[in-house]
């Protein structure tokens, strides 16, 4: 599958941003799909993760309550809507897949990473 994500931006404290991620391929209903972020000097770190069906969702403690994960399999995509932003949700978002059930919050778990889509929010 290949996934292209789109949405980053230049926003402040405060604001709200929607991130999308569309997919290519007719089994995208069957991958556990996710948002991973790097900000600026640090690791790739877990955003959120939500399963197949969008049954369930998981978030990262950081994003709880201020992100939320959805997706539309008839249109292959995948969301991250970002409220309540803070300068330090500053970094290259990343939408990721992996076939199977599970999902994970390590980065080496997903088989297939988008390009990335840079947020940066300012004070």
Do not use: H
Not at 29 to 47: H, I, L, S
Not at 57 to 70: E, L, Q
Not at 100 to 108: F, P, Q
Request: with cysteine.
């Amino acid at each position: 599958v290949q996934l292209q994500a789109s949405g980053g931006g230049l926003v402040q404290a405060g604001d709200s941003l929607s991130l999308s991620c569309a997919a290519s391929g007719r089994t995208f209903g069957t991958y556990v799909m996710a948002w991973f972020r790097q900000g600026p000097g640090k690791e790739r770190e877990f955003v959120a993760a939500i399963t197949q069906r969008g049954g369930s969702t998981y978030y990262a403690d950081s994003v709880k309550g201020r992100f939320t994960i959805s997706r539309d399999n008839a249109k292959n995509m995948v969301y991250l809507l970002m409220n309540a932003l803070k300068p330090e949700d500053t970094a290259v978002y990343y939408c990721a897949a992996v076939g199977g059930s599970y999902y994970s919050t390590k980065d080496d778990y997903y088989a297939y990473w988008g390009q990335g889509t840079l947020v940066t929010v300012s004070s």
